[in-house]
């Protein structure tokens, strides 16, 4: 099977009776957003580790610079991964996309533990960390596909600013995990390890829990549930656009999402810094262990 095929949306179905419409609707939406909070929480599991270990590495003659070279992999391929992503996940199936990205972050974390530090090399660590990060991108774009989907422009904003909770529970929850995983296995590539294996049944549940549209699960579109149609609203709106209709009529066409894209850049730059070198610096300046 191609993965075009493997990833391609889910086919709408026969629509459920009206009496059905509402307590169905009603329990599948909270169903995808608990899907859609815990998948991508489950990304940051597997996303910084690489942070925790760098004061083990800096004692075993590591450089900082070295492995800020190294640390500077899952940044570059992260950004390049979400618009790349972004626009293939637009045209797939949320549920498969979003579980099977953090599968492979997840995997790819665990191999980096068994195999990255095995040679010493700073250039194999930065391959590690740059598939990592392009797993990663395939985090962000399903969760918003299911978002658009499953609630009405006026829900949006409430719903995405309780989901953007997710990617700090998930931060929160990995420094505790990769202590627990240094303690299970004994060694300090347990911090890859143990989040890792979390992760993985992280990415089964959401996989349980998400569903890719309304119509695939008989149900109708959400602007026609909640009645928020606008007046040129018709059936063709819920075709799914082509990558270039996409990204020449809705993206680039867009200065809005250029200014946005422009100030995100700049707050990852602070973001980022504070995420890598804070167990470092808590190590070195605060004897922090």
């Given at each position: 099977m191609k993965l075009t095929e493997f990833l391609k949306p889910a086919p709408h179905t026969k629509r459920i009776s009206e009496a059905e419409i509402e307590p169905t609707y009603n329990k599948l939406r909270w169903q995808v957003f608990t899907g859609i909070f815990v998948g991508y929480a489950g990304y940051y599991l597997v996303r910084k580790n690489f942070s925790l270990i760098i004061p083990d590495l800096v004692e075993k003659g590591y450089t900082k610079t070295q492995l800020g070279i190294a640390l500077s992999a899952i940044s570059i391929a992260y950004g390049i991964s979400k618009f790349v992503m972004a626009l293939k996940s637009d045209r797939s199936n949320a549920r498969i996309f979003l579980s099977l990205g953090l599968f492979l972050s997840a995997l790819i974390t665990a191999a980096m533990g068994l195999f990255a530090f095995a040679t010493s090399s700073i250039a194999v660590m930065f391959v590690f960390l740059f598939i990592n990060g392009w797993f990663q991108g395939m985090g962000w774009p399903p969760c918003g596909r299911v978002m658009v989907h499953w609630f009405s422009v006026k829900e949006r904003g409430t719903k995405m600013s309780i989901w953007n909770v997710a990617h700090?529970?998930?931060?929160?929850?990995?420094?505790?995990?990769?202590?627990?995983?240094?303690?299970?296995?004994?060694?300090?590539?347990?911090?890859?390890?143990?989040?890792?294996?979390?992760?993985?049944?992280?990415?089964?549940?959401?996989?349980?829990?998400?569903?890719?549209?309304?119509?695939?699960?008989?149900?109708?579109?959400?602007?026609?549930?909640?009645?928020?149609?606008?007046k040129d609203y018709d059936a063709s709106h819920e075709k799914e656009l082509s990558t270039k209709q996409i990204l020449f009529d809705y993206v680039l066409a867009n200065k809005l999402i250029w200014y946005i894209a422009l100030a995100n850049a700049f707050i990852y730059l602070v973001r980022y810094g504070v995420l890598d070198w804070a167990p470092t610096y808590l190590k070195e300046a605060k004897a922090f262990q």
């Open positions: 700090n529970v998930g931060g929160g929850i990995m420094a505790p995990l990769a202590v627990a995983g240094l303690s299970i296995f004994g060694v300090w590539q347990g911090k890859l390890y143990f989040p890792a294996i979390i992760a993985v049944l992280i990415a089964f549940v959401a996989y349980l829990l998400v569903r890719d549209t309304p119509q695939s699960c008989g149900l109708p579109p959400i602007e026609e549930y909640s009645k928020t149609q606008t």
